[in-house]
């Protein structure tokens, strides 16, 4: 019993790394004139590093609009 309980647990946490590892973020930002102007650049550089998806994670306007992202490969 004790070595499958032990078994389980090494399995579960190897499991966890695995799924962690794949889906594992990478932050870029972009500067534009508008909203549209800066997920333009956001969804460039998410191609450009051959990202399978993107999530904006924040977006400020100032003096222009500056937009930071996470990129999943």
Same mark, same amino acid.
């Given at each position: @019993?004790?070595? *499958?309980?032990? =078994?389980? *647990?090494?399995?579960? !946490?190897? =499991?966890? @790394? $695995? #799924? &962690? %590892?794949? &889906?594992?973020?990478?932050? *870029? /930002? !972009?500067? %534009? /004139?508008? =909203?549209? #102007?800066?997920?333009?650049? *956001? +969804?460039?550089?998410?191609?450009?590093? %051959? +990202? /399978? #998806?993107?999530? $904006?994670?924040? +977006?400020? !306007?100032?003096? %222009?609009?500056? @937009?930071?992202?996470? $990129?999943?490969?």
């Amino acid at each position: @019993m004790k070595t *499958i309980k032990t =078994l389980s *647990i090494a399995a579960v !946490a190897a =499991l966890s @790394m $695995i #799924s &962690f %590892g794949s &889906f594992a973020a990478q932050s *870029i /930002s !972009a500067h %534009g /004139s508008t =909203l549209d #102007s800066a997920q333009a650049h *956001i +969804a460039a550089q998410a191609k450009a590093a %051959g +990202a /399978s #998806s993107y999530k $904006i994670t924040s +977006a400020r !306007a100032e003096d %222009g609009v500056y @937009m930071t992202a996470e $990129i999943y490969k």
